[in-house]
């Protein structure tokens, strides 16, 4: 099976262990559309029983973030053009609603911090680990969300994230060109420092927009291919 940077279980639920390492994998684009997770292959590379992947597996496929096949099989869905464009949809609704919340909550050492993790993710940008960005850009955004302070909202936007997450692989095709920063985040800085939740909400907007443009680009390319 690919290498997805799995790590050894903790001493805490072992089934808590292995859903909380596909979450990450998921939301980080660690795990690509149609990718096939065999229980046994995954449970090996955690080094730890079938039991407690097998029950995390079936978690995930009971809410449709997983398929589930047949000989203890699982795998991450086919993405569309259409699915991706309802996820955007339903995410810039949600997160935006986060981001105007936060920017009336946030205290100006979050804002600091987030300033200071929008610089990180810039300069992962530019690593050879595309899945390095993408990490922080996760760290950047739900650290944005926790500051509206609505555990069910955030709920919400990590499970749109669960089903979106494998798309985000199109984003940065090829890890070694140089790229063109954006000033999505740079204007939801400025908006945060100002109280301005509809200016936030509009800067978490149009950062969707962008990351979609790109993942639909690719998507719509791979379904010419298949005819």
Known sequence: MKQTGFSAPPRKSLTDHVESQLRDALIEGRLEPGTRLVTKELAQSLGMSITPVREALVRFAASGIL?????SCFRVPVLTTASYAELGAIRKRVESLAAETAALK???QEIDAL????????AA???SDPH????ENKALRFSLYAAAEMPILLQTIETLWLRAGPGFNYLFPDPGASRTEHANYGALIAALRARDP???GEAICHAIDDGSERVMQALAAREAEAG
């Not at 390095?132 to 990490?135: D, H, N, P, V």
Request: charged share 25%; net charge neutral; hydrophobic share 45%.
């Open 198 to 200: 509809a200016a936030a």
């Open 132 to 135: 390095e960005a993408l990490k």
């Open 67 to 71: 398929a589930a096949e047949p000989a």
């Open 115 to 122: 300033e200071t993790r929008v610089q990180a993710y810039i």
């Open 125 to 127: 940008k530019h690593t």
């Open 106 to 108: 946030i205290s100006p």
